[in-house]
T-cell receptor, first 114, second 117 residues
Framework: DAGVTQSPTHLIKTRGQHVTLRCSPISGHKSVSWYQQVLGQGPQFIFQ???????GRGNFPDRFSARQFPNYSSELNVNALLLGDSALYLC?????????????FGPGTRLTVL | AQKITQTQPGMFVQEKEAVTLDCTYDTSDQSYGLFWYKQPSSGEMIFLIYQGSYDEQNATEGRYSLNFQKARKSANLVISASQLGDSAMYFC??????????????FGQGTTLQVKP
């Protein structure tokens, strides 16, 4: 079975641009979470979606938005990019929303903002 | 406040020896879970082991064991018989299952482990 997939693998943007990152969860998983990992730090929670509804939001500005589609894949959108948005963006999927369940992470999208 | 603290930025261990990676946590929830993840240079987060707050026995998964001391709020990872492939960044994480249960994982700063041949 395929694991969590993310696209693109790498991305280079300039300040002020917009970016869309994509995530496909493991088949049968209905929950997707997004994390931002700045170099040298632990991942920071951005969003969680379950059954196409937002279930949690981290301390990120409104420039960050996300959505989940009927097939449970998800997009993370970031508007008006800043240099500080350069990071590894990780997507994780799990089979349930808010009960314990192991979160399986994808390989990440490495975003560089110039 | 929810927080995970990993005080060891970097650790060295000789191949085939055991190593302990420290993790302390802070939460006001009675129900929570503690996780350890391994992150190689490729970037993918690999789940290693889980300990629930109500679990009475320490979790074990192969060469990984979690030394859970609830009163001290610590959840140290022990890796036995270290292998060269264990060289990576290790993250301790926590998830709360109480009123603030959003599925969010709170991560520590990580510990870089290098295994010497």
């Amino acid at each position: 079975d395929a694991g969590v997939t993310q696209s693109p693998t790498h991305l280079i943007k300039t300040r002020g641009q917009h970016v869309t990152l994509r995530c496909s969860p493991i088949s049968g998983h209905k929950s997707v979470s997004w994390y931002q990992q700045v170099l040298g730090q632990g991942p920071q929670f951005i969003f969680q979606y379950y059954e196409k509804e937002e279930r949690g939001r981290g301390n990120f500005p409104d420039r960050f938005s996300a959505r989940q589609f009927p097939n449970y894949s998800s997009e993370l959108n970031v508007n008006a990019l800043l240099l500080g948005d350069s990071a590894l963006y990780l997507c994780a999927s799990s089979s349930a929303g808010t009960t314990y369940n192991e979160q399986f992470f994808g390989p990440g999208t490495r975003l560089t903002v110039l | 406040a929810q927080k995970i603290t990993q005080t060891q930025p970097g650790m060295f261990v000789q191949e085939k020896e055991a190593v302990t990676l420290d993790c302390t946590y802070d939460t006001s929830d009675q129900s929570y879970g503690l996780f350890w993840y391994k992150q190689p240079s490729s970037g993918e987060m690999i789940f290693l082991i889980y300990q629930g707050s109500y679990d009475e026995q320490n979790a074990t998964e192969g060469r990984y064991s979690l030394n859970f001391q609830k009163a001290r709020k610590s959840a140290n990872l022990v890796i036995s018989a270290s292998q060269l492939g264990d060289s990576a960044m290790y993250f301790c994480a926590m998830r709360e299952y109480g009123s603030s249960n959003t599925g969010k994982l709170i991560f520590g700063q990580g510990t870089t482990l290098q295994v010497k041949p």
